[in-house]
């Protein structure tokens, strides 16, 4: 069994918060001296995964091998739930609308895979439909089957290293009666996952910046290159909090979209009904935004302590209410999360917070204009604007309809006004981040 790349992949899982070995699983007695490497790896730049696992695995010579050794696909040499075609057309094939449900076998909802033929797996990708909850990787062993890896619901799209084996099967973890909701689940061999497997870390402790939309797909409409450029270039700890969807696999697309972008940190979902109005009192009523969905970003805000938060125009761009509604929030939340007299919950966990700086797209006072068609070297040489473009491919189920991002014109993407600092005014007016240490 290939144990070191295991005990390597863990270790980087760990670090992120993400899935993990089950205690005892081969491998497992590694993670602690792999972590500090394992970091790094999590933490390199979109392409280098491969690299930094190398250098981590440096001794033995025959880790390092490992190590250096892509995972390759192969879902298409394993039969599901025991069909040589079975729940396949769903689970490969790439399109999110299309969702397996599990169904009971021998009482236990499941999803049982097996190699067919050529290598073991060793690592599962699994994006999931709706709210993911807690799931559990098993092994048969005799008559029974023992839980090797587990996850804890975190992610809507989670990477599972899993011991080598050529039979296994994805149940929930806290009950084996919880119907599993499954849109795409591809089986790899043990190595560095390939760079459009997406291995989050957790939004925990600090973050550099806030960018608080309200659907997926406005941070990069209204937002152009300012993900690429600061968190795929600048490799700045950038967190996306969305307010409202209703289609499912909106979610799996902003995932998607965003790492793209090279943003490495889960995004939030709050969940917020999603429907066309221009009225702001209308959505914010919708929302509770007056007591629920303001103790939640004031909460944010504090957990996470951004340094920049950048806001969507306060008329809507074209005048929608939930970016009016986004817009307001952010304001509102980060003004309330330096009082302690607001949301005394938040407070007492984490303390109160004040937000160094904010930008709002398009507003007039201190504008700046950023400068998203420098070419980056994370992304080859591409433009931050050509990055988001490429990203925004990825939400699909919008730019069949036309979505485009604004680039110059009256919604332009990279003109923002900075409506609060603590730091001083922008001189340069071509970073968000001038003047912060």
Known sequence: MNRRIGALLLALLLASGGPALAEGAPGAEAAAAAEEAARETANAEPGAAGEKAGEAAAAPETAAREAGTKAADISEHCTFNNKAGGPRHMLNDGAYNR???TGPRNGVHSVEIRVTEGEPMGALYIQWAGDPGPAAVQVPDGEDWVTVA????????????IPECTVCRVTGLNSPHTQLRISE?????????????QVWRKPEGKVDMILLSGHPDDELLWFGGALPYYAGELKKDVLVICCAMTAELRRLELCDALWACGVRIHPIYMHRLDFSDTNIKTVLKKWHA?????GWVIGYFRRFRPDVLLLHDVNGEYGHGIHKAASWLGTECARLAADPEADPASAAAYGTWQTKKIYVHLAEENQIRMDWKKPLEAFGGKTGLEAAQ?????HKSQVVHGWAIQDGGDMDNALFGLVYTSVGPDVEKNDFFEHIE
Not at 185 to 197: F, K
Not at 390 to 394: E, G, I, Q
Request: proline share 8%; charged share 25%; hydrophobic share 35%.
């Open 290 to 294: 007056e007591d629920e969905v303001k």
């Open 390 to 394: 490429d990203a925004l491919s990825y």
């Open 185 to 197: 689940l591809r089986v790899l061999t043990a190595g560095t996952p390939p760079e459009n497997i």
């Open 150 to 161: 587990t996850t804890d619901g975190s992610f809507f799209a989670d990477y599972i290293p």
């Open 99 to 101: 969702v397996f449900e």
